[in-house]
């Protein structure tokens, strides 16, 4: 017989660790909610064209990693690999920018592929949960985004992580810059593929990993020094904002980040202890991707947030998350007559709210009391038949190992005020 291994660049999320990456979207979505964000679940896949006019077509996203497929009906449709252009398209399918206030606030979390190469911290399928407002320009909003991110990010315990950040300018400024870039990168000395870049997007070239290109680009113009008046206001008002919330950012001018549609905004989340897959989340204002997917002008700015890096960065760190205990109470019948009895007790008290287990299987009370102490529980609860005669069952603390008869029919009672 063959057996099967998940798909290369991929990892089952399994108990107990599988617990973290619940915690991590938890608290992750916890600030949002708190912020008036709603709840948004879109299809896994989405036609080709939403990520190729959205995403970019001179994006990686676009080029090399996205997994395509045709239909039996013909339809072209691609796994998504990112979130905002399905968000926006189902808030302008579904009218949200008309019938409620603007901004649209929405959050979101689910899995998303890349044909990428796989590396620590790098698949094909990941996790993200994600926000975004969607039509309204206000500085406050970029700075309310970044502070939940950041909340987040303490909420969980986390310290070695930084904000990087940047303004890519708007329909004003940024062609200006655009064109004082490329007549700089044409005189470097680049391969031919990133010498296509510069015509398409030269603003990413700056983004390239490899030293040799960094070496050139030290006299590269920043767009910092080409921003017009309003994307410069609008920058001091985010800086400022965060500033008074308690939150530190880096300026980092290069950051330019992998999606076309960027405006003005951009920012970066980075992990230290992450090695070269250092980016937990990023995201930015992207006030021109309503208009580029069929919408209307619509300013907006969202992120996203890596739920498998930000589970690495807890690692790194040495962070254990305070996870309530899966179980609290393990009951061990011994012989026929008390495992009817007892799997009564055990339906009831999970009714009354006690995550509570079963030794199940037949096993004897030496097998049973490894499983009870293996289940993480507190109490265990332990009947034979000489105890049902006496109306009672034994119940064992298995941190000090104090052991009392209780009543069967205060058991119930007595283990709830317990596990409260
Ligand atoms: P990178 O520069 O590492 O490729 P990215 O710019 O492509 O990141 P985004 O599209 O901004 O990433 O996605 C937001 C977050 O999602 C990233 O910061 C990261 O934490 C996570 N992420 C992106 N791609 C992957 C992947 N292939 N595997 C795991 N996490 C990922
Ligand atoms: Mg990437």
């Known amino acids: 017989m063959t057996t099967f291994q998940a798909p290369k660049g991929t990892y089952d999320l399994i108990p107990p660790e599988s617990a973290t990456y619940l915690a991590v979207r938890e608290a992750i979505s916890a600030p949002l909610q708190r912020a008036g964000y709603g709840y948004i679940e879109t299809p896994g896949f989405e036609s080709v064209e939403l990520f190729s006019r959205g995403v970019g077509e001179s994006t990686d996203i676009v080029t090399k990693e996205m997994y395509t497929l045709t239909t039996k009906g013909g339809d072209e449709l691609a796994l998504r690999p990112e979130g905002t252009a399905s968000v926006l398209r189902a808030a302008l399918e579904n009218n949200l920018h008309r019938v409620g206030n603007l901004p649209v606030k929405l959050w ?16 094909r399928h990941f996790s993200q949960v994600g926000a975004e407002a969607i039509g309204a320009e206000d500085p406050a909003l970029d700075a309310e985004l970044i502070i939940l991110a950041v909340d987040a990010y303490r909420s969980l315990g986390l310290r070695d992580f930084r904000l990087l950040l940047n303004s890519l300018g708007d329909k004003e400024c940024r062609p200006v810059y655009r ?13 031919e593929d990133t010498r296509a870049r510069i015509e398409i997007n ?24 080409h921003l017009c008046e309003a994307c410069k206001a609008y920058h001091e008002q985010v800086r400022d904002l965060l500033s008074a919330a308690g939150v530190a950012y880096e300026d980092d001018p290069k950051l330019v980040r992998g999606l076309d549609y960027y405006t003005r905004t951009t920012f970066e989340f980075v ?15 992207y006030d021109g991707l309503s208009e580029m997917i069929g919408g209307p002008a619509l300013p907006s700015v969202g992120w ?55 030794a199940y299987g037949g096993k004897g009370l030496k097998n049973a009391m490894k499983s009870a102490n293996r289940s993480g529980a507190r109490y265990a609860l332990v009947a034979g038949e000489r105890d049902l005669a006496e109306g009672v069952v034994q119940l064992k603390d298995l941190e000090t190992g104090e052991q009392s008869p209780v009543a069967l029919d205060r058991i119930v009672e007595e283990l709830r005020a317990k596990a409260r």
């Open 202 to 225: 030269p603003l990413r070239v700056l983004d390239d990993k490899r030293e040799a290109v960094q070496k050139q680009l030290a006299g590269a113009p920043m767009m910092r020094d």
């Open 271 to 285: 992990h230290d202890g992450l090695g070269s897959q250092s980016a937990v989340g990023g995201g930015g204002r």
């Open 304 to 358: 996203a947030l890596g739920v498998d890096r930000t589970v690495l960065a807890l690692k790194a760190e040495g962070v254990e998350l305070e996870l309530p205990s899966a179980t609290q109470v393990f009951a061990v019948p011994l012989g026929e007559e008390a495992r009817r009895a007892l799997f009564g007790v055990v339906t009831e008290l999970r009714r009354a709210g006690v995550a509570t287990d079963f």
């Open 179 to 191: 064109a004082a870039l490329q007549d700089f990168l044409r005189g470097l000395e680049l391969d």
């Open 108 to 123: 979101y979390s689910g899995s998303y592929y890349r044909y990428e190469r796989p590396q620590a911290g790098r698949y």
